[in-house]
């Protein structure tokens, strides 16, 4: 998986997930709302294997000017 984002607010944690929706319509992957510890994380995947994570992680940093990170869950 590739984590996006981490929030302490659910609405917060949504609003993101929408904005890089409508930023990244090239998304076929679903972005979870993975909730522990009081956080709400954004996971993307998954993923064959890590190469193919860092792949679409470049992809949106190219788009977005942030890079996701892998992680395995």
């Known amino acids: 998986y590739l984590q996006l984002g981490a929030f302490s607010s659910v609405d917060n944690a949504e609003s993101f997930r929408a904005r890089i929706l409508r930023q990244l319509d090239w998304l076929s992957e ?22 193919e994570a860092g ?7 190219e788009a977005l000017a942030f890079k996701p990170f892998v992680i395995q869950r």
């Open 30 to 51: 679903t972005i979870h709302v993975h909730s522990r510890d009081g956080m709400y994380r954004l996971h993307l995947g998954p993923y064959r294997d890590v190469q």
């Open 55 to 61: 792949r679409v992680a470049e992809r949106i940093r």
